[in-house]
């Protein structure tokens, strides 16, 4: 099983390059989502049974991640840039708003881990945090040689 693995991770991580490189100058989030799923998948060696609960548990935590990244950034983010011009009150009510959504992400993550205890082991658990930060690392280093190549 583990050699099978060693022969997977090239391919998941040549086709994650692959796609990331030829996609267009905007990421595409659906083929982006797509190699995650399958690098997460291939991460933590999920049984066909644990896919099937995992994953609607996981995407409902994305889902609402996404939510509030996307509240975070036209809510918090451009009015940051303007920090300068706030008055100390707007000032405040800001950085409340930012305080707010940081806790929404974290409730969420204590959610998704209430529910996973029940589908994965504590230490797929913490694969899958590995295996979210290294995706994202992955993700980063081939748009910065993208960005370089072009």
């Known amino acids: 099983m583990m050699s099978i693995n060693k022969n997977i991770t090239p391919l998941v991580l040549f086709l994650l390059i692959t796609v990331v490189s030829f996609s267009q100058d905007?990421?595409?989030?659906?083929?982006?989502?797509?190699?995650?799923?399958?690098?997460i998948t291939e991460r933590l060696e999920l049984s066909s049974n644990e896919a099937q609960l995992f994953w609607p548990i996981y995407n409902e935590h994305e889902t609402n991640m996404e939510t509030l990244r996307a509240k975070e950034w036209s809510?918090?983010?451009?009015?940051?840039?303007?920090?300068?011009?706030?008055?100390?009150?707007?000032?405040?009510?800001?950085?409340?708003?930012?305080?707010?959504?940081?806790?929404?992400?974290?409730?969420?993550?204590?959610?998704?881990?209430?529910?996973?205890?029940?589908?994965?082991?504590?230490?797929?658990?913490?694969?899958?945090i590995q295996s979210e930060h290294d995706f994202k690392r992955q993700l980063m280093r081939m748009y910065r040689q993208k960005q370089r190549d072009n």
């Open 26 to 39: 905007k990421p595409d989030r659906e083929k982006i989502k797509a190699l995650k799923v399958a690098f």
């Open 75 to 128: 809510q918090v983010h451009n009015k940051i840039k303007l920090a300068n011009t706030l008055s100390e009150k707007e000032a405040y009510e800001l950085l409340s708003l930012y305080n707010t959504l940081e806790k929404e992400k974290q409730d969420s993550y204590t959610n998704l881990f209430s529910k996973l205890k029940n589908v994965l082991s504590s230490k797929k658990t913490l694969l899958l």
